[in-house]
């Protein structure tokens, strides 16, 4: 269904942690060629990475970004420059609220987390690949640091969107009538703010965010759902698709294959033509098409 004004919904269907696993860049690919993906959020450091570049390099209408990781993965720089961000074993702590902590007071970590982001920049640049968008594992750029380290060094690469995970509960209950999808939390309204903060920056970023709620669970109903009943404006829909449901380093329950399978599947295909939706990455919209979406939730 149009926007009132007559334009076309536009909607990025993205896949993360790009280059976590072979059967991760196996579905990306997939899906991008079969179904409805737009973008991947690449992991630069992750085991895989090397991998899913090469297949980018093979699919130039799909928008690929950078997924920093500061959290739960291995960082860039070695460790001894990132020693306030790590464990004894040298990976990221998995303790956001104490790592995030860490990051605002101490003015050590500080300097090393902006380090360590301008290392996954400089790594993604390196790929030669156009930077599409940014985004943090767990969605850790919603740490008001973080979003500051992003907007520094983005600048200096070229970062033009950034993903602002404001998830609309009405729209989930339009397609799950009967779940709890909770109310204004602290996430929202720090999403809110986070959204602000990058369009003052003069970035791109959607107007609303699904995939928080039904992560890992994004199966084809769901997804053929919220196209159905998509809101005006600029949407990003995010997945976990994946050729099997477990690798190193997988989320315990995801269910990677029935996401890719939601990817491809003809009811979601249907649904994105029914709607009129134009399909796109984030460097296909332009500055004035981003603006033209609603404003109440900015």
């Known amino acids: 269904m149009p926007e009132p004004n007559g334009q076309p919904r536009r909607l990025i269907v993205t896949a993360d942690d790009f280059g976590a696993d072979v059967c991760v860049n196996e579905a990306v690919e997939i899906a991008h060629t079969q179904g409805v993906l737009t973008a991947a959020s690449l992991m630069v450091s992750a085991p895989a990475a090397q991998e899913a570049v090469a297949r980018a390099r093979r699919l130039p209408d799909l928008g690929v970004g950078l997924h920093l990781v500061l959290v739960e993965g291995r960082p860039t720089l070695p460790a001894d420059q990132v ?4 464990d004894t074993a040298g990976f990221f702590r998995t303790d956001m609220a104490g790592a995030g902590a860490r990051m605002f007071f101490d003015p050590v970590a500080r300097r090393q987390l902006l380090a360590e982001v301008a290392a996954q920049f400089e790594a993604f640049a390196r790929t030669g690949l156009q930077l599409d968008h940014v985004n943090a594992h767990k969605h850790f750029h919603l740490h008001p640091t973080i979003a500051g380290a992003i907007l520094r060094v983005g600048s200096r690469y070229g970062l033009r969107a950034a993903r602002t995970p404001v998830e609309p509960a009405h729209s989930l209950a339009l397609v799950d009538p009967q779940g709890h999808h909770g109310g204004l939390s602290p996430m929202r309204l720090m999403a809110r703010a986070l959204g602000r903060r990058f369009r003052r920056a003069g ?17 084809s109903d769901r997804l053929a759902g919220l196209i159905d009943h998509l809101p ?21 329950g995801y269910r990677y294959r029935d996401e890719l399978a939601a990817l491809t599947s003809n009811e979601v295909a249907d649904a994105v033509a029914k709607a009129e ?12 098409e981003a603006a033209s979406g609603p404003r109440g939730s900015r």
């Open 83 to 86: 020693s306030r961000l790590v």
């Open 203 to 219: 970035l791109t970023t959607p107007d609303q965010v699904f995939g928080l709620a039904w992560s890992g669970a994004m199966t």
């Open 277 to 288: 939706v134009q399909l796109r990455a984030f460097g296909a919209i332009d500055a004035n």
């Open 232 to 252: 005006p404006g600029l949407t990003e829909i995010y997945l976990h698709p994946a050729t099997a449901d477990a690798y190193p380093g997988s989320a315990p």
